[in-house]
Each structure stands twice: as C-alpha cells, then as structure tokens.
C-alpha cells in the first residue's frame, strides 16, 4: 500500500514537472548575449519570439511540423491521430542545454580558421501515450517524439527539428512545416521568385503581387526598426527543398516542396535567421551556415584544388589546346569543355562516355597535355546523362584524367532529388571528380562535409547580363548561403556595367572554382595592364572583410591571402565617392605596394581602365570615385 501510494506521489510530481515545463518559457541567449530566443506554447502551439541587442526581431512565431500518419497508423493497429495541427498540445518532458566552442580548419573558404561558439537547447516534447514504449514487443500505443533544438551564436539563431527513434515502428509523412516568422509592420524584403532570378524589394503585404510566388533563401529583409535580417536554410541534403511564403501581413512561413517520408530517428534541415545592425553584419557572419553542417567526410583532400577557369567557346582540339596555353599565361588553372562536347545535352540518347563523332577532340590526350602545363580539365555533362550513366561516368572520367564535373539543369525540391543530387557529389569524390551545380540549386553549406562542391550557380549571373543594381544587392542575399557561380566576363560587349565593375567581382564574389573570361576567346587578350589583377587573385583566401556597402548600392570587400591584400568595390546605379581606410584591414605599421585599378573614361583606351601603383603605409585612407556601374580593383602587395 505504501508503494502505492508512493507511485501515485510521484506520478503526481512528474505531472507537475510536466505542466511547469510546458507552462513555462524557456530562453536562450546567444554567446555575447545579443540575441535571446524565447520558447513558449500558446493555445496549445510551439511559439518563440526573438530579440537582438534588446530590438525586437521575431514578435511571435509558430514551430513545429504537420504530419498524416492515418493510413499507416490504421493498417498497424495504431489510434489515429485526428488533430489537425499535429503539434498542437504537445507536452514538454525536459530541456537540455549545453555550450560548444571550438575552432575548425576549412579545407579552403573565405578564411583559414572558423570559430563554432554557440549555447544550444534541446527542448523535448511528447505526443500521445507518455509510458515507456522501449520493451521489444509489438508496440500498439502511439506515441509519437519531437525535439526542437535552437542554437544561438553570435551570428545568428539556428532552429532544427529531430525525431527521435520511434518504438511503435511509425514513420514520419510530413505535410507541411509550420515554422513561422512574424514581424513588426514596415518590414521589406529582398524577394526573388527562384534561384536565378533579379530580385524585388517588396513590403510584406499581402497586396503586394511578388508574393504571388514564395521566395528563394536566404531571404533578406530590413526591419522597421532598422535592423538587417536574413532568414535561410542549413545542411538540406534528404529533405525537400524549403521557401518562404507570405502567410499573413508581415508574417513569413517556411513552405516545403511537397511531402517527405522520413524513418527515425531523423534530424530536418536547419533554419537560421542571422541579424545585423549593418546590411555588412550579415556578409561578415555568414560562415554560420557552414558550422550548422557536419565536418569533411572526405578522408583525404589533397586533391580539392580551387582555381580559375576559362571556358573553351569553340569544342574542337586546337581552341582546346589554346585555351590550355592561355590558362599558363594568365595565371588560370582549369579550362572547361561547355554543352556540346558529348552531343545535344537535353537529349537523353546523348551519351556523356564519348566525345560527339563530329567534335575533334582526343579527350584522353587533351588532358595528358593540360597536365603537363599543370592545367586541370572540367566537363559539362547534363543531368539527363548523370542520371543514367553516373556510375560509368566516373571511372572513365577518372581514367581519362578529368578534374571536375559541370552539373547541368539539375532537378531541385523534391526528396528524392535532392537525394540524389547529394549522392551523386559523394559519388564524385569517390573518384577524386570536383563539382559545379548549375542551375536552379542553392547551396546549405553542404560543401564544408563535401568540399568536393566548390560552387554552385544559382544565381543571377552574367549568362542573363544583369545590371549593376542586381549585382550589388548579391553580396547581401544569395552569398549570404554559399558560392556562386556568376561567370565574370571582361571583353564581351553585352555586359551592363563597366570593366572594373567586372574586374572587382571575383574579390566580392566567392566562388572557389571561378570562372573567368566568359565569353570570350584567348585572341580578345591584347595585353591590358588590369588583367595582371585576375592573373594573381586566388579564389580562395586566409581572411575576409566586407568593409562597407549597402543592399543594391554599393559594396566594398577586403580579402587576404598570405601577407597580401585584395580589395573589390562595386557600385550601383548611382555614381559616388568612397574612401578605403586601410588601417581596417592592412597590418600596423607595414608599407605596402597598392595597385589601384579604376574606370576612367576619359583614357584613350578600349577598357578605359586606368593603373596606378603607390607605397603606402598601413592606416592610409585612400579615396576613390566609383562612376556609375561602375567599380575598383586593388592589390596591396606587402613590401618586405
């Protein structure tokens, strides 16, 4: 009797542990303490809110996910769940916090050294039967397990949701994600409709016609109380492809692709909302997104080469082998064979295991020669050909002596494609194949597992020819997830802004595997002084600081490798004057040698792009005049 009665106190004491937690919010500071996320449930909901530096950022949003299990549910003989939102009257069984701070070495990056400093909280919630269900006999009961894990660093607040193994055997039909984000009225966003479009600076109003069609991530936004935020997605690599769809007024939801079909125990992507009191805060903290993917898989890099690549325009041996030599000369290390070289790429009788009988290209003996000039060679080869030849692809690829692979029109958003995609650059490294996505793919920091995806399209670039306000709002969105593939051109006449707006974009644009010269032809080179900037500017670096700019203005970025410094700015629509203060990133109390590239058009020449070199001292201002779509390029050299 005693017993008894000491089971029902306990049983009583654990109701109460249960009703306190669920009754209770639950808060969670960034390291720095800027950013606190609030955990509480409301009607029977998960909602949070978020503040930054004491301003309000999220006032209210909803967590969670909707699942149907009532096929499955019914033919195991389990109660059928019949709310209709599937988190609602979850009931909250514990909270688990823990810290991490460490630091991680990228294979390559934007800088030599990241820190991954967060407070993290593990908030464990339950849904129907509450007895323990881990007994190896059939299970009846449901029962169904939800974590909610928030991290807060001092970039950002990230938020994942895991399923822990289930005993009843139930897997997860997801419908629908409720993840939310309100804001305060007044709030605009920086909206593109997909991957590769120009974007819309838009309220977050229901009357407004953009939101006809849900945005791309990240989505960046400046609040009404002047804040910068971006809100985007982390280490998607078996989900369904997440967009932001306006739900109400001023208030975001994240909205799948379609249904996905998990077995547990499973983590979902992560979402992460980064904040800034500059619109360059958000730049200098992106490396957020690649610390909420898991470490490098590949044992052994030493393989992974970033570089520059020029693009052979005409597929025939001698222009190939030219492209080789014109590699040597400017400093490149790939060339790239484009659609064509196998046969009509949409095509699904086109083969990708033999060059097209019409083509004069010994595709073994081009890379021989490549090699001997230290050049690598890339492909293009389209998805209708990677899907059904991968697995004989990459060994004869491997064999011929290919570098890296071009994904052509890759299919996005589903499961299942989005499987395969990940799958395939895991393939790929297996074989020591590097890898470009084109086309509609955005990156989740997914290259720091597989550092064999040096870049990625889904982007804007200048295969559409966009202006210099679309070029300059790209720093503070799409960069914000990851590498982008923009294809910098310099001779082609169709460009819309001028050569040393061009000639900055590999500094500002991060893309370990850039491709320059697009469109144009070893023969267009007639030995211009500028070009010795893309000759010695690497794609990757030691250290990167975005100095100054604004959302579809201007941007300035400072970048190093080893001692040496390179600085790109690239302006908008409107002309202005900007000054480099170079105590900002040069070393006190070193000289250095600076080339200054500008436009000017008054000079005599066809690029109009003048040069000038000067010693200077670390703390320098140095000032400049950015033209209209226009730019600069600089390059402190360290003097010794």
Known sequence: MRNLHSIRRWGIVCAMVILALTNQAQTLQSPDGKYQFNFTQKDGRLTYSLNYASKQVVEEGELGVNIDNHLVESAMGIPVDKSGVWTKGMEVTSVENRSEDNSWKPVYGECDQIRDHYNEMTIHLIKGDKHDNSGNSYDKRQQYLFDIIVRAYDEGVAIRYHFP??????????????????????????HFAWAQAQSTKVKLLKSESAWKEEAERPLTLRLSNGLYAAIGEAALTDFVRGKLKLKADNELQMS????????????????FIMVGEKAIDLINNKQMVLNLNAPCQIQDTSWIKPGKAFRVCRLDMKTCMEGVDFCVDRGLQYIELDAGWYGPEMKMSSSALKVLETRDIDMPKLCEYAKSKGIGVWVYVNQRALYQQLDQ??????????????????????????????????????????????DEYRPTGWSRTYPNLLSQEGVGGNEEMPDAEHNTILPFTRFLCGPADYTPCYFNGRVQNTKAHQLAMPVVYYSPITFLYWYDLPNAFKGEKELDFWKYCPTVWNESKALQGEIGEYIVQARRTGNDWFVGAMNGLQARDITVNTADFLKKGKKYQVEIYNDDPTLNTRTKVSAAVQTIKAGKVLKLHLQSSGGAALRFVLVK
Not at 258 to 268: N, W
Not at 420 to 438: G, Q, S, T, Y
Request: aromatic share 14%; with cysteine.
């Open 165 to 190: 193994e289930a005993t009843n055997g139930l897997f997860m039909h997801i419908t629908d994600e409720l993840t939310s984000f309100r804001f305060a009225p007044g709030a605009e966003a920086y």
């Open 256 to 271: 799948m692709y379609d249904s996905a079909d998990v077995i547990t125990a499973y983590d979902m992507p992560w979402r």
């Open 393 to 438: 692809l990459l060994p004869l690829y491997e064999k011929w002596g290919i570098s890296g692979i071009k994904f052509g029109f890759v299919q996005i958003g589903s499961q299942e494609w989005t499987t395969w995609l990940h799958n395939a650059v895991k393939k790929c490294a297996d074989h020591h194949i590097l890898v470009d996505i084109h």
